[in-house]
């Protein structure tokens, strides 16, 4: 079993900065990609930004020049560095990994919890 856990997140004002991280833990032989998604109140969840083995990284384009997804591999660990924020990022943030399990042929994705980040104008 894999489990995600988030960190950071909360409120903060509008231009400011926060940093969000997920640490992956359990049978972990290999993590593929990883993900942030959002959903915002009365809206579908959306995938914000993608960080593939190998360095490729992806961005919505809300939030290119703005919001850094980055991994520390070592520590199966993604970041979401995300400044210059505005009121319209307020959403619960998910991350996501796409991880190859310990026996297992293909990957899986598992989800973390998520974490509220709320931007105040």
């Known amino acids: 079993q894999v489990q995600l856990v988030e960190s950071g997140g909360g409120l903060v004002q509008a231009g400011g900065s926060q940093r969000l991280s997920c640490a992956a833990s359990g049978s972990i032989f290999r993590i593929d990609a990883m993900h942030w998604y959002r959903q915002a109140p009365g809206k579908q969840r959306e995938l914000v930004a993608t960080?593939?083995?190998?360095?490729?990284?992806n961005y919505v384009d809300s939030v290119k020049g703005r919001f850094t997804i980055s991994r520390d591999n070592a520590k199966n660990t993604v970041y979401l560095q995300m400044n210059s924020l505005k009121p319209e990022d307020t959403a619960v943030y998910y991350c996501?990994?796409?991880?190859?399990?310990?026996?297992?042929?293909?990957?899986?994705?598992?989800w973390g919890q998520g974490t509220q980040v709320t931007v105040s104008s």
């Open positions: 960080a593939i083995s190998g360095g490729i990284t």
């Open positions: 996501a990994a796409d991880v190859v399990a310990w026996g297992s042929l293909g990957h899986m994705r598992y």
